[in-house]
């Protein structure tokens, strides 16, 4: 079954940097799109950036020129830098298979946690 593993997460002072990492298990990695999520206090999960079986990026407005994710097939991971972070970037941050009609697989990790004081 497949299973996700969030690190790298922690308390950061805005306009600090952090870097996530994601491994994934149980799945043929380098076949599937794989993108990040987040999720803030009382607000529902958004999509922050995906990227291709190919290597394609694509970022959310909010993170775009801020965020790179990227990823390495051969380990099965994906990762996320988060540069110049703000406030408002504080969630717990998941991530997932993607396809066009968004998570592809129903069951997630717990997460890493991203706090970003002001």
């Known amino acids: 079954q497949v299973q996700f593993v969030e690190s790298g997460g922690g308390l950061v002072q805005s306009g600090g940097s952090l870097r996530l990492s994601c491994a994934a298990s149980g799945i043929i990695f380098s076949i599937y799109h794989m993108a990040w999520y987040r999720q803030a206090p009382g607000k529902q999960r958004e999509l922050v950036a995906t990227?291709?079986?190919?290597?394609?990026?694509n970022y959310a407005d909010s993170v775009k020129g801020r965020f790179t994710i990227s990823r390495d097939n051969a380990k099965g991971t994906v990762y996320l830098q988060m540069n110049s972070l703000k406030p408002e970037d504080t969630a717990v941050y998941y991530c997932n298979a993607h396809n066009s009609r968004g998570p592809f697989f129903p069951s997630w990790g717990q997460g890493t946690q991203v706090t970003v004081s002001s």
């Open positions: 990227i291709t079986s190919g290597g394609s990026t």
